[in-house]
């Protein structure tokens, strides 16, 4: 599937979201400077259009090792189409948001998670 077929107008969907959202709180200022910023599509050895589920998972996985250097040097330690690996990473940062200390409940989820993952073998 083409870039174009799979996110159509999205990155500039959600450049002009977050202009309106950045510039609402901060009253005021040239939108344009975000909404005309140019995007380009990275092209990633694990990209894959076999992978319907987990793009939460690849963006937190993004957003935490990549510091802008080129897609050629940049390894975030994701293997194409992997998807026990994705499990992990699903598990992994569920726990992370469920048990940080921000959360009121995080004492009971840590209890949940440790049940729920000795019970399913992760």
Known sequence: MTY???YKN?????LKGFAEYYFARH?????SSVTDFKTRNLNMKWKSNANYDDCGVFLLKHMETYYGE?????N???EKDNFEQMKRLRVEY???LLAHKENDEHHTMISKSRTWALENKI
């Open 4 to 6: 174009l077929g799979k």
């Open 10 to 14: 999205e990155p500039r969907n959600m």
């Open 94 to 96: 569920c726990g992370k």
């Open 70 to 74: 080129s897609a050629k040097e940049w």
């Open 76 to 78: 975030p330690g994701l």
């Open 27 to 31: 009253n005021g200022g040239n939108k």
